[in-house]
């Protein structure tokens, strides 16, 4: 199901996907293609039975909606762990995705791709962290840190935000600064870190 605040511009679509789905088309420009065709247009070795053409959503479709919980992204980089994280987070009822700047583009394909349509409902928006976490009077900060308090100590949330920082660098000390609780998800092992999709899913897993 595809969000209401995405504008469907146009269907590319198989001849049996058409007629499953004509109900949906009604107000859509739908145009059947040839299986040779779809691949075409697809960057996908074996693309699906459909492909849609959607416009990029502007910073005037993002409201933040303060009594729902929320992801802030700083500095992910990698395309392949912005999609999963946004498909983690769509699993676990999280909707509104703040990037900083220097995030991979969400739009790439890539990232779309990793998604596997996620894309389609949560909402992104690209800004300057510091200002925007300042203009968020009384919400609670979760900020992802090796120093932080036991995630099995932290109460679910049901609104305020959690952080995700670089790969490599973490979240960067002007943006740790403005954080309420910083959390931490307890290690047995050696390993030096997480993979930052990762390690957002097992943080969502224990606070949602």
């Known amino acids: 199901m595809v ?43 074996t693309p699906n039975q459909v492909v849609a053409v959607i416009a990029v959503p502007g910073v005037e479709h993002f409201k933040f909606e303060r009594d729902q919980p929320g992801l802030i992204l700083d500095g992910i980089q990698d395309p392949g762990n912005l999609g999963t994280i946004i498909r983690i987070g769509d699993w676990f009822g999280i909707y509104q995705v703040i990037c900083s700047r220097d995030c991979a583009d969400a739009y790439n394909p890539k990232v779309v ?3 596997m349509g996620s894309i389609f409902r949560v909402k992104l928006l690209y800004t300057d962290l510091e200002s925007w976490m300042d203009e968020q009077k009384s919400l609670a900060f979760y900020g992802a840190a090796l120093d932080g308090a036991p995630l099995k100590n932290i109460p679910a949330i049901t609104n305020g935000l959690i952080l995700i920082g670089n790969e490599s660098k973490g979240i960067r000390p002007e943006v740790m600064s403005r954080v309420t609780q910083k959390i931490t998800i307890e290690k047995w092992g050696e390993a030096e870190s997480l993979n930052a999709a990762v390690a957002t899913g097992i943080i969502l897993s224990h606070l949602r």
Do not use: G, M
């Open 113 to 115: 791709q990793s998604t």
């Open 3 to 45: 969000a209401q605040h995405l504008d469907v511009k146009k269907l590319y679509a198989l001849k049996e996907w058409w007629v499953l789905n004509e109900d949906l088309c009604k107000n859509i420009d739908c145009e059947i293609v040839a299986d040779f065709e779809l691949e075409k247009i697809s960057q996908l070795k």
